[in-house]
């Protein structure tokens, strides 16, 4: 079946430090891979996708590229705020169907 | 405001005493879903809807039930709840679950314990 492991937090980082959280993935095809953020209190919110190999997806800053020889999609950013303390969830899909297969999340702590 | 309203936010109940989740979507949505949040496994996916009266079993549906009688609504419901059901339960929904996946709207969550 599919699965996606995620590098185990918490991450702890200064302001304008560099992130990044791996992520990798197993998956029996060509899944379309996506990067979800969950801040305190709320609802997770899509961050970025990315739907085929080399695809690179971005917003708020966040990048993370489509590696299928190496079945990665790791999120990076190159200065973090205190307000990206948050838990990140990266995820898979597969089948029609919208089903998601979530890694574990990760929390970022960032501090001033 | 395009959202997904859960409800109740919070509950404590207690073993065997049947509940439901409410789940109402306002953005015309064919695709909804329940997930639950447990500490170091991510989420899990309990049951979907492809649209009104389609629904699918995910990955962890056993002591669930859901319907889907209209568009706006997916109600999960907990029979007779046990322990191992307290959760962070969260409904999402999609405009369609027929292509490539597109985005996920989440609410905001419902925090459940069974006692």
């Known amino acids: 079946g599919n699965s996606v492991t995620q590098m185990e937090g918490p991450v702890t980082l200064s302001e304008e430090a560099f992130l990044t959280i791996n992520c990798t993935y197993t998956?029996?095809?060509?899944?379309?891979l996506f990067w979800y953020v969950q801040y305190p209190g709320e609802g997770l919110q899509l961050l970025l996708k990315?739907?085929?190999?080399?695809d690179k997806g971005s917003n708020k800053g966040f990048e993370a590229t489509y590696r299928k020889e190496t079945t990665s999609f790791h999120l990076e950013k190159g200065s973090v705020q205190v307000s990206d303390s948050a838990v990140y969830f990266c995820?898979?899909?597969?089948?029609?169907?919208?089903?998601?297969?979530f890694g574990g999340g990760t929390r970022l702590m960032v501090k001033p | 405001e395009a959202q997904v309203t859960q409800n109740p936010r919070y509950l404590i109940t207690v073993t065997g005493k049947k509940l439901t989740v409410t789940c109402s979507q306002n953005?015309?949505?064919?695709?909804m879903s329940w997930y639950r949040q447990d500490p170091g496994l991510g989420l899990r996916q309990i049951y979907y809807?492809?649209?009104?009266?389609?629904?699918d079993k995910g990955d962890v549906p056993e002591g669930y039930k859901v319907s889907r009688k209209e568009k706006r609504n997916f109600p999960l419901i907990l029979e007779s709840p046990s322990p191992n059901q307290t959760s962070l339960y969260f409904c999402?929904?999609?405009?369609?679950?027929?292509?490539?996946?597109?985005?996920?709207?989440f609410g905001e969550g419902s925090r459940l314990t069974v006692l």
């Open positions: 990315a739907t085929k190999a080399d």
């Open positions: 953005m015309n949505h064919e695709y």
């Open positions: 999402a929904s999609s405009l369609s679950g027929t292509v490539i996946p597109g985005e996920l709207f």
């Open positions: 809807s492809m649209n009104v009266e389609v629904t």
């Open positions: 998956a029996t095809g060509y899944p379309s």
């Open positions: 995820a898979l899909s597969e089948h029609a169907g919208n089903m998601l297969t």
